[in-house]
């Protein structure tokens, strides 16, 4: 029951004595009417009170960093019986967002939904949403717990860039290099009938239980080269505020530069720095692309400590960076960065820069407004 009920009860007891106390019979049936109202409320809504269901829905694949999502709800009861005219939804979206939409009875369903307008970049939770119902003078209420858990993904921007500044050569007109340094491997070419004589190492076992006989490997050689995209994700040198910030203009610079090599056919990979550190590699297949940019999605700048120390350990550590391009895209550079950067020269590879100035983010304007809106049922 509402405060509002409990409140027309006091009212009924009171009118109920004063009644009885001045002797005035005229004054009951009011006093049981309006102390009735809110009985029947909270009879009706508890008779409503049951398990229902949610259902979210984007109507989008893929939702890129600053669409407008405009989130469909339906909510239908769990097993049969009546459903209210009218309710309210309190949706959760991530840990502090919380979301109020309509909902209006379309047969056997409750339909509403809201939008959120230029959703920023991130990984969104959405759970632990309560369905409101009460009666329509709001003298009773009911709090329905709707147990289903969604995930929103909103990839950073990417953009399409048609060459890369490291393809020019330096500034002061040189050309640009070949790789300094491609490591041999070998691919799988294609898949034979295995030949007498040759070594059973190469057999392709899969084939060989397909077919029902023995097919081997043809491998071919080809000389590889990797290029490696180093996200900082320094805590301390995130300024601005999202979608306007540092490190949200370093994630699409990291996104679009894997983008470029992987339409390239060249094989990459993102090492993420922060709090735990990460490499994906990226290969030609566009499930791994897929992987990297939910991961790009969701990144945040956690690492506690600067980029040059983490470049000072992987350089004497049992995992140095081994790639013939080393894209370093930060936020904080320094005099010791720089040394580091540099000193990937003597490990055969290609080190370059992407600087974001922070400088240029402190002068920025209040928070683009992202807060949901709400809209019409239906």
């Not at 309710?87 to 909902?103: C, E, H, N, S």
């Not at 470049?311 to 040394?339: H, K, N, W």
Request: hydrophobic letters at 40%.
């Amino acid at each position: 029951m509402t405060t509002r009920g409990r409140r027309l009860l006091l009212l009924a007891a009171g009118l109920y004595l004063v009644s009885w106390g001045f002797g005035t019979a005229v004054m009951f049936p009011v006093a049981v009417g309006l102390a009735l109202a809110p009985l029947l409320a909270l009879a009706w809504v508890k008779a409503l009170d049951r398990p229902m269901l949610l259902r979210r829905r984007t109507g989008h694949l893929e939702l890129t960093e600053g669409q407008s999502v405009d989130v469909g709800l339906e909510v239908r009861p769990d097993t049969g019986g009546p459903i209210p005219g009218r309710a309210v939804l309190l949706d959760r979206l991530g840990q502090t967002r919380v979301i109020q939409a309509d909902l209006g009875r379309r047969g056997r369903v409750l339909r509403g939904r809201y939008e959120i307008e230029s959703a920023p970049r991130g990984r969104y939770r959405m759970d632990g949403a309560e369905l409101l119902i009460a009666d329509p003078f709001g003298l009773a209420q009911a709090r329905i717990q709707l147990d289903r858990a969604d995930q929103m993904l909103v990839y950073p921007r990417v953009y399409e860039l048609e060459g890369l500044f490291t393809d020019g050569g330096t500034p002061g007109g040189d050309h640009g290099r070949s790789m300094l340094h491609r490591t041999a491997g070998y691919d799988l070419h294609s898949i034979r009938e295995h030949q007498v004589g040759e070594s059973l190492r190469r057999v392709h076992w899969r084939s060989t239980a397909r077919r029902r006989r023995l097919m081997v490997k043809e491998l071919q050689d080809t000389p590889r080269d990797e290029a490696c995209v180093v996200l900082d994700g320094e805590a301390a040198a995130l300024t601005g505020i999202a979608p306007d910030s540092t490190f949200d203009t370093q994630v699409r610079a990291a996104a679009s530069l894997l983008r470029r090599m992987s339409d390239a056919g060249q094989r990459s990979s993102l090492l993420i720095h922060a709090a735990q550190r990460s490499r994906y590699r990226l290969g030609f297949g566009s499930g791994d692309w897929a992987a990297v940019l939910g991961e790009l999605a969701g990144v945040e700048a956690t690492a506690p400590r600067p980029l040059h120390d983490y470049l000072a350990e992987s350089s004497r550590g049992p995992e140095p960076i081994d790639a013939s391009r080393v894209f370093v895209v930060t936020a904080s550079m320094s005099a010791l960065l720089a040394e580091r950067v540099l000193g990937l020269v003597s490990a055969q590879c290609e080190p370059a820069v992407v600087w974001v100035d922070a400088a240029s983010f402190k002068a920025m304007g209040r928070k683009r407004d992202t807060a949901p809106r709400r809209l019409p049922c239906g």
